[in-house]
Nanobody
């Protein structure tokens, strides 16, 4: 069974930065390294949305319009870890952030098979 564990969340002032990490552990099967990875977020009362995703090679990426130019997704396949560098944070970025893994690059929640437990990001004004 694959487990995804996020870390790096916390409280930051508007304009600040945070770096989220998501490490995969457990019985990662041979094709897992070829899985796309995504970062999603969910604020209270709102649907879960994809903020960034990256394919297995790290060549193709997706960013939501709301984070384009401020967030950067990257991955280290040797460590089965994906990162989300978040700069110029805004109060509206406040949410629980989840990482996910799926067979192909997508911004849809239903295309991802594995999910982490989430990490809280709070941006104060």
């Amino acid at each position: 069974q694959v487990q995804l564990v996020e870390s790096g969340g916390g409280l930051v002032q508007a304009g600040g930065s945070l770096r989220l990490s998501c490490a995969a552990s457990g019985r990662t099967f041979s094709s897992f390294s070829s899985y796309a990875r995504g970062w999603f977020r969910q604020a209270p009362g709102r649907e879960r949305e994809c903020v960034a995703a990256i394919n297995w090679r790290g060549v193709s990426t997706y960013y939501a319009d709301s984070v384009e130019g401020r967030f950067t997704i990257s991955r280290d396949n040797a460590r089965n870890t994906v990162y989300l560098q978040m700069n110029s944070l805004k109060p509206e970025d406040t949410a629980v952030y989840y990482c996910a893994a799926g067979p192909s690059l997508s911004s849809k929640t239903y295309d991802y098979d594995y999910w982490g437990q989430g990490t809280q990001v709070t941006v104060s004004s």
